[in-house]
Structures are given as C-alpha cells and as structure tokens.
C-alpha cells in the first residue's frame, strides 16, 4: 500500500480502506516495531538533511522564533542526558506542566529520547487534577515553570521538580534548573531504542463523563498519528500548519507537536491564550494555510463578525475540527467567508482519529456528519444487545479491535479492560450510520434524551439552536419529566449585547420546531453567560444535568 503522503492528490477512499497495510505504514518509519524504535529519531534523526525548519513560536510578548530539527534534536539529547544524570531509567514516566513554548518541546522529545513516557498535564489544572494525575502515574519528575509552580505546592506525595527559569533565585532548595543544567549537557545523547508495545505517553481521559482514568499509548500509536496527518489533515510540504490545540491533551500532544513533526514539517506553538484577535494576527503573520482547531473557537470567530475574516479570504487551504460535532452553520459560514473548507474529525485520547471527513482522501461529505472510518480501522455501530444496529438506526459506535490495525488501546490503567466487549473497543458515544457507511454523531450514551418515546440527540437540536444569530453557543440536555421520561432543555449563551427574555425563549422554542422537529424543540430555554467545559473545550454536559444551573 502507498500511503498518501501529502502529495496534494486525493487518493480514492475506498481503496484506501481497502488496501490498507499495517507493515507498508510501519515500513515508513526509520526504526523497526518489532526490533527497536526511537520517537525522537522518528520526530528529529530522521529529518535532519539539509537542517529544515522544525517549529515556529509565537511568545507570550508577540516574538518570533524558529527551531531547526537540528535544534529539538540537539535539545532533546540535552535533556535526556539531564533525565540520566537524575537516575530516571527507560520506562519511567515524566510529567510536563508547561504553556506552549520550545521548553515542552524539549522535554517531551527528550523523555522520549531518553526511552521515558512523557505525561502532559494541561497548565488549566488545578491542585486535585494534577495529584490525581501524577498519582496515577507514579510519575519520577515533574518539569513546570514559574507561573505553574504553585499548583505543586499542596499535592501531596508531589514528584522531584524541575523548573524552567530565568534567574536560579526562583528556585526552591532542591528543585533541578533545567537550562542551566542542560546548558552543561552535552547535544550528543544516543536514543534508546524500545518496542512498540512499549509506554510512550501516559495520557488522561478529559473526563467529560465521569473521574479521568489513565490511558497508556504505546509507541505503536506512532503510525496512526502519521496516517491522520496526511489522510485526516492532508498536510503537505508547502503547508504551513497550525493546530491551536494545547498539548496538554492528547489532540495537541499527537497532532501539534508529534503528528507533523513525524512527516518532517514544521509546526506551530503560540504561548498566549486562544483570542479571536490573536488567532487572525497569527494566521495572517505566518501565512496559515492549514489549521485545527475545535467548534467552540470557531464559534468565537463567527462571532467576532466578517471583516477580518474578509482580509484573509482563499489563504487557509483546510481547516480540521476535533473535540465537539462541529455544527452546519459552522461549516457554511467558513465557506462563505473565508472560502476554507472545513471538516469535522472524531477521535479519542484512548484511539486517536478515527472517523474523519478526509482532507487528503477523495469521497463525499455530508455537513454534520463526522465521517468515515479512517483506513486502519473498521467500525460499528452496535445496538444494545450487541448486534449490529440498522442502517440509520442510532447505536454505540464500536471499534473491531482484530480488523483495525492502527488500533492501540488495550485498556485503562489499573482497570483491566472495561471498554472491551466480545473484540470490540466500546466508545460510549451513540452515532447513527447511513446505508455509505457515514457516520453521525448523536451523543454520549448517557448525553441521549429520550422524550416521549423519541430519542433525541443533543447535536441537533444544538445545531439548530446555533444558526439563530442572538446564539452564540448552546448545549441542550434532557430534564426529568413524570409524563415523557424527559424533556429537552437548552442552555444558552447569547451573542454580545443580547439579553435573554421570555420572548426570546419563545422565539427560539419556534425557531428549533420549525427547523428540526415539533417533538425535539427545548421546552426549557434558560441563557447563561458561560458553558461548563472541561479545559481542553469540551461542553460537560454531566454537570448541567446534575445541577440544573451552569457557571454564571
């Protein structure tokens, strides 16, 4: 099998499906699976002919800096001769809470470099998330910065720490100053070689539903990453790339820093939080042309108006979305707009992408759907009693664990494998496939509202709900009710200067009838100025169903 490598071709999907090779995608790798393979070589080795461009950072302050892969690799080896000088050993898992800078990025190469798992911790944690976290990894060191230091200061059984500064005096008695102590290290540091069974990332469900559980991601995620990269992205040599994503969660971890980086193309970290201004300067400042991203920001950038998007009409080539269904309105308004396709993509920390309307692959697309499976795994859509549910019929979208072999989820850490059924992987998210093999997305099982007989999937009726121009974000969930089981309630967040009413309420409950269905409008409408959300974006619909209320 020839993989799309980004050639700007659309290979056919159906044989791609087809004729997908698990060793003809190992075999682009330079180390061997089975005999000894290096992430760093993989990331840096690999691509140092002709010293190309590796990254480019935006500051906090608005600098501009490059990195060669002559750097990260010079950098990685550094820091994994400071891992060897502290005793850390092959295996061994390392934690990371950092902002976006060329530091994470020399920590995760060089634990990787190092054959150490690398374990992100999202610098929006507070105490409780990260000692949940590194208990559960047992994790030897913990590498941080100033602005993050204090979140260690009460977690109890807290790891050695490292500290990223500028001046020693920041440090507390004991701590490990990683450039200085780099600085003395030397740039030569030979990568150990591990099996692709062996921990590379020790990553964290984002616990939408429910407590995080740990999930171990072995390096033979590796060519799932690279698949999505050319099939799901379409990233090709003269791109230049940029996934806003934070790599403290696994959609910036796998395809900020390590997906590109793979395909020996330069990626794109900015330090400063996601604004709508911020995101336009840097898109413009660098040329953008291929970027991702997630619903909610793209909401924050239809709402922002249409003049700057304007300005920057036919320069974005693709744009991908993760995280959350991406709703129609979305993509129109991309269209017309900016004339940038854009595509939702379904993935979780425990597979990677899996169902992607495809950049790089050739086949139709329906607005709100979130695919095909990506070649590499097969998928079903599975009724309650396990069977394969009917074409259009909503079911659990469930994973073939022995027909998808880009597959590398084997269960959570330190709780078997409870996710997996009679070979399958279970998602818990409900979806609907069409006679194609589309697939829909509906909802969480648990997110699922069953009114009157019906089930109504919370997507649509927030879809609906998002085209009214008072709306700039909504998340619906179902509200017990002794005569229909449930009924739908939306909570809503309004367009700057909007104020919520009874009229409005009203005229929304109309709007969603005329627009989706008499059975599925909100018979509930309470506005809200903040959606809870999990750090990394996504709607924690759990707790608008146990509270009732949502931040104010």
């Known amino acids: 099998m020839a993989l799309h490598l980004g050639t ?21 790798f330079s180390g061997s699976f089975s005999d000894g393979i290096n992430a760093c070589v993989e990331c840096c080795d690999a691509h140092l002919q002709g010293d190309p461009q590796a990254l480019d950072w935006i500051a906090l302050d ?9 750097e990260l690799r010079d950098e990685a080896a550094r820091f994994a001769n400071l891992l060897k000088e502290q005793g850390i050993q092959p295996g061994d898992i390392v934690a990371g809470l950092l902002p976006r800078t060329p530091d994470l990025v020399a920590v995760v190469l060089g634990a990787l470099r190092a054959g150490v798992a690398y374990q992100p911790l999202f610098t929006a944690f507070g105490p409780k998330a990260i000692r949940d976290r590194l208990t559960m990894s047992g994790a030897k060191l913990v590498v941080t910065d100033v602005a993050n230091r204090d979140k260690l200061d009460n977690v109890q059984g807290c790891p050695p720490v490292a500290m990223i500064v500028d001046s020693p005096q920041a440090l507390v008695s004991g701590e490990i100053d990683v450039r200085r102590t780099m600085a003395a290290q030397s740039a030569e540091f030979a990568p150990v070689l591990r099996s692709g069974d062996d921990l590379m990332f020790m990553m964290a469900t984002s616990g939408t539903t429910g407590p995080a559980k740990g999930v171990p991601v072995p390096l033979n995620a590796l060519p799932a990453f690279r698949s999505y990269m050319t099939e799901g992205i379409d990233l090709r040599p003269e791109d230049v790339f940029w996934n806003i994503a934070d790599p403290g969660w696994a959609y910036g971890l796998y395809y900020a820093v390590i997906g590109p980086l793979l395909l020996g193309h330069s990626t794109t970290l900015v330090e400063g939080p996601f604004t709508v201004d911020s995101t336009y300067d840097v898109i413009s400042r660098l040329r953008v042309t291929n970027f991702a991203g997630a619903p909610t920001a793209f909401r924050l950038i239809i709402a922002s108006g249409t003049e700057r998007a304007a300005q920057l009409r036919d320069q974005i080539r693709c744009i991908s979305s993760a995280g959350e269904p991406l709703n129609p309105e979305v993509i129109r308004w991309f269209e017309t707009e900016l004339n940038a396709p854009i595509k939702d993509h379904y993935g979780q920390t425990e597979t990677g992408m899996l169902v992607n ?41 469930a994973v073939n664990i022995d027909e998808s072999p880009l597959l590398f989820f084997g269960g959570y850490l330190n709780k078997g494998s409870k996710s997996i059924e009679n070979g399958y992987y279970l998602t818990g998210d409900t979806v609907e496939r069409d006679e194609h093999g589309c697939i829909t997305f509906v909802g969480r099982n648990d997110d699922v509202i069953t009114s009157s007989g019906y089930r109504i999937g919370p997507f649509d009726v927030e879809s609906a709900l998002i085209e009214h121009p008072a709306v700039t974000e909504a998340a619906v969930v179902g509200v017990p009710d002794k005569e229909r089981t449930e009924i739908v309630k939306a909570v809503i967040v309004l367009a700057e200067g909007g104020e919520g009413s009874d009229e409005l309420a009203a005229e929304l409950k109309d709007y969603v009838k005329q627009r989706l269905s008499a059975h599925a409008y909100p018979r509930l409408v309470e506005f809200v100025t903040e959606l809870p959300k999990t750090p990394s974006g996504k709607i924690q619909r759990f707790l608008l169903r146990q509270h009732g209320v949502c931040v104010k």
């Open 8 to 28: 700007g071709s659309s290979p056919d999907y159906s044989k791609a499906l087809d004729s997908f090779d698990l060793d003809a995608a190992r075999s682009l």
């Open 62 to 70: 608005g600098h501009h800096e490059t990195r060669s892969f002559t």
């Open 357 to 397: 309307n495809h950049h790089g692959l050739d086949h139709p697309v329906r607005p709100g759907s979130a695919g095909y499976a990506m070649p590499g795994y097969r998928v079903e859509v599975l009724a309650e009693d396990g069977s394969v549910a009917n074409v259009n019929e909503p079911g659990q979208l």
